[in-house]
């Protein structure tokens, strides 16, 4: 599985940054990321389809890891609140 999913070790992880203001349902727990809460920018457009991602709120401060999907409406689901989190 390591193989097929980019980002599944914490050193390849992409950064997945949230808009100003659109950290708080994330601050407090909820798992599920909206398409329309992420930056979008060269940096976004360049993520694989599906990847393991980390979690970043506008300040910079690590939220947590995520599978992110680019497709769907919810395109990230927080699996982990530990943006280094191995997963296996």
């Known amino acids: 599985m390591s193989d097929s999913i980019p980002g599944f070790t914490p050193a390849e992880r992409p950064e997945i940054r949230l808009k100003p203001g659109k ?22 457009k360049s993520l694989p389809e599906v990847c393991v991602a980390k979690v970043v ?26 943006p280094t989190a191995r997963l296996d």
């Open 23 to 44: 950290d708080k349902r994330s601050r407090l727990g909820h798992p599920w990321i909206f398409a329309n809460e992420i930056e979008t920018g060269q940096a976004q």
């Open 57 to 82: 709120a506008s300040d910079g401060k690590a939220l947590g890891t995520a599978i992110f999907n680019r497709k769907p409406l919810i395109c990230a689901r927080i699996v982990s609140r530990n």
